[in-house]
């Protein structure tokens, strides 16, 4: 199993904007994600802690605006990990938990 460095605070913010520059995300989603730079995560960890900011950071907004931001984790996984066998394995993942899920 991969082990994930995740980018530095000053790396990582732009990378985030890259993928989705939305006012809410950029406001609420981020400053989470920014607290998680530099840490280490595996594949799977990756997608639970997007996954869980999202829930949190989101839980009020409607279930359309959730559900764009969960499309969005794939984008997030390239621009968040550096290794693409990692990448791909953590986006391999997300495709198995969310392949039954309409979002």
Request: cysteine-free.
């Amino acid at each position: 199993m991969y082990k994930i460095v995740l980018p530095s605070r000053e790396m990582m913010l732009p990378r985030l904007i890259e993928v989705s520059d939305d006012r809410y995300m950029v406001e609420h989603l981020y400053p989470f994600l920014l607290k998680q730079a530099g840490k280490t995560r595996v594949p799977v960890g990756v997608i639970v802690m997007l996954d869980t900011a999202i829930a949190t950071f989101m839980e009020d907004l409607p279930l359309i605006v959730q559900n764009g931001a969960i499309k969005l984790i794939p984008k997030f996984v390239d621009a968040l990990v550096e290794d693409r066998k990692a990448a791909l394995e953590a986006k391999n993942f997300y495709n198995e938990v969310y392949k039954d899920i309409a979002v």
